[in-house]
T-cell receptor
Framework: DAGVIQSPRHEVTEMGQEVTLRCKPI?????LFWYRQTMMRGLELLIY????????DSGMPEDRFSAKMPNASFSTLKIQPSEPRDSAVYFC?????????????FGPGTRLTVL | KNEVEQSPQNLTAQEGEFITINCSYS?????LHWLQQHPGGGIVSLFM???GKKKHGRLIATINIQEKHSSLHITASHPRDSAVYIC????????????FGKGITLSVRP
């Protein structure tokens, strides 16, 4: 398996523009996670899905953020409109299980810069 | 107060030294992760444990549930071990989620 795939790897956009980040989890993994990493706050969980259903979106900072998982092999994280404070690295991760002793496999991340 | 505290914040060691990185948490957990993030940004899960000790190569992770404390040990450290080491805890309950520490930046000098 190629691992968790994220695209784009880098995104530079202007304030107010819509940004869409994409993730393809490892085949067979039931859980998908979206994280954000900044220097100030470290890693933060934004939302996670189980079997394509959002389970906990309490980490989503504002209504400007939305995430979808239309099928088991694809998820998007959308920011509309984007703001400079959204600049961060966004990671997607997947795993077999949440409660069991299984590892989460992280994608390479998307580095977002909002000017 | 953060739920997950890591110490020290930055650590510099000489190649070959034995290194210990600490993680303390304040909530009940079902499991604890140790993650490694290299300068390029990629994140790798090193260990996930809920009790006792795990060993993989030169890395050893221990956890004391009663004391709410975990340590990551690196034996015979090498410059390639230079990375950020992040501790994360998985809360109790069926739909619990991970809470992360800020990470410790380790530099191993040749």
């Amino acid at each position: 398996d190629a691992g968790v795939i994220q695209s784009p790897r880098h995104e530079v956009t202007e304030m107010g523009q819509e940004v869409t980040l994409r993730c393809k989890p490892i085949s067979g993994h039931d859980y998908l996670f979206w994280y954000r990493q900044t220097m100030m706050r470290g890693l933060e969980l934004l939302i996670y899905f189980n079997n394509n259903v959002p389970i906990d979106d309490s980490g989503m900072p504002e209504d400007r953020f939305s995430a979808k998982m239309p099928n088991a092999s694809f998820s998007t994280l959308k920011i509309q409109p984007s703001e400079p404070r959204d600049s961060a690295v966004y990671f997607c991760a997947s795993s077999f299980s949440l409660a069991g002793l299984n590892e989460q496999f992280f994608g390479p991340g998307t580095r977002l810069t909002v000017l | 107060k953060n739920e997950v505290e890591q110490s020290p914040q930055n650590l510099t060691a000489q190649e070959g030294e034995f290194i210990t990185i600490n993680c303390s948490y304040s909530v009940g957990i079902s499991a604890l992760h140790w993650l490694q993030q290299h300068p390029g940004g990629g994140i790798v899960s090193l260990f996930m444990l809920s009790s006792g000790k795990k060993k993989h190569g030169r890395l050893i992770a221990t956890i004391n549930i009663q004391e709410k404390h975990s340590s990551l040990h690196i034996t015979a450290s090498h410059p390639r071990d230079s990375a950020v080491y992040i501790c994360a805890v998985l809360g109790l309950g069926a739909n619990s989620k991970l809470t992360f520490g800020k990470g410790i930046t380790l530099s191993v000098r040749p």
